[in-house]
């Protein structure tokens, strides 16, 4: 790993993986300058858990959880929450606040972010949430999105040269360049695996005239939004968040089902994320997850969709691949509450 990019992630701690149900979860002595953290992160497609003790900028991760809840299904049709999706999501944090509460977390702060920021009905949402279940609960802009994910990738190391992260959510994809602790510059753009898929493309078999009016389409978005003379400043490969751009590491690694210390840190190259387009955009949704386990069957219908919008911003950006990391927002959020 001889770039930046790469510098940054082999610095980091491998992922802590939560231990089993009948283990107990590792004692960390509890001090006054140290904090138990559990954060909230409801997205376009999936709502995500982590709980970690933190203190010094040090993060001990106790528990990280993912389910995929698809809060922001048709947002970008309807402009609006479903009643369904909202109730598969309130379930889901309700479980989590639980989780949190056995474990004695000393601050609880649950995030939103496009699918609840794009829709009509997304802050009387969170508002019912953090009102019935007693927690802290806030949208958070794209800006603010994309400054903490960039913050949680590079909270083990502070990227030494001009480093860019590109996060591919369901709504909408951030794309961070900084160095050290200073954001050079964030866009955040109204493309993610979700959106893409709703408005260009199919949950399953995806032909070659819809890809490339997808294509053309976040082009466009990046043409408008991504300012070139940022894109030049990046030195070494961008690292990419999320679940596409974990679960194509996962494809380019040959595993046969997810596994995050073995991602972590996998530079994946610009050219397989395009053969892997080519694989799996003839197949429908379920051929994906059977031929391929890695894919997870609630992200099998999104992976296209997820795969062009992160080849669109690595050819943006100069970059020949990205280096996976397991590090995301839900670390640049503990990182804040316990700043």
């Known amino acids: 790993m001889a770039d930046g990019a790469s510098r940054v992630i082999s610095a980091m701690p491998r992922i802590y ?4 149900q009948s283990e107990p979860p590792p004692v960390v002595p509890r001090t006054l300058s140290r904090m138990r953290a559990a954060v909230i992160d409801m997205g376009t497609n999936s709502t995500r858990l982590l709980i970690a003790d933190v203190a010094g900028g040090e993060i001990v991760e106790l528990e990280r959880l993912i389910t995929i809840t698809r809060l922001g299904a048709h947002v970008d049709r309807d402009q609006r929450l479903a009643e369904t999706s909202m109730g598969r999501t309130r379930k889901v944090v309700t479980d989590y606040v639980e989780r949190a509460r056995s474990l004695n977390a000393d601050v609880i702060f649950a995030s939103a972010t496009s699918a609840v920021r794009d829709s009509n009905n997304g802050e009387a949402f969170m508002a019912s949430l953090a009102r019935d279940l007693g927690i802290a609960a806030r949208v958070l802009s794209g800006d603010e999105e994309a400054r903490a994910t960039f913050r949680g990738v590079t909270s083990a190391h502070p990227a030494s040269e001009p480093t860019a992260v590109i996060d591919v959510g369901g709504g909408s994809t951030e794309i961070v360049v900084g ?8 866009v955040s753009l109204q493309a993610g695996c979700v959106r893409a898929t709703e408005r260009w493309l199919s949950e399953d ?5 819809q890809m490339t009016i997808a294509r053309q389409e976040i082009d466009l978005l990046l043409d ?5 003379d940022l894109a030049k400043t990046v030195v ?4 990419a968040v999320a679940g596409t751009a974990t679960t194509l590491a996962a494809l380019d690694l040959k595993l046969p089902g997810y596994d995050a210390e073995r991602i972590h840190g996998h530079r994946v ?3 397989v994320v395009a053969t892997w387009i080519a694989k799996l955009a003839p197949l429908t949704a379920a051929e994906r997850h059977s031929l391929y386990p890695a894919i997870e069957s609630g992200r099998a219908a999104l ?3 997820g795969a062009i919008v992160l080849l669109a911003a690595l050819d943006a950006l100069y970059a020949d691949g990205y280096v996976a990391s397991e590090r995301d927002i839900l670390h640049g959020l503990v990182l804040g ?3």
């Open 17 to 20: 993986r939560p231990p089993r």
């Open 337 to 339: 509450l316990a700043s």
């Open 236 to 239: 070494g490969e961008p690292i």
């Open 205 to 209: 078999r995806v032909g070659p005239e």
């Open 269 to 271: 190259d610009r050219d």
């Open 179 to 186: 160095q050290g602790t200073q954001i050079l510059g964030a």
């Open 224 to 228: 408008r939004h991504l300012p070139p």
């Open 303 to 305: 992976i296209v969709g």
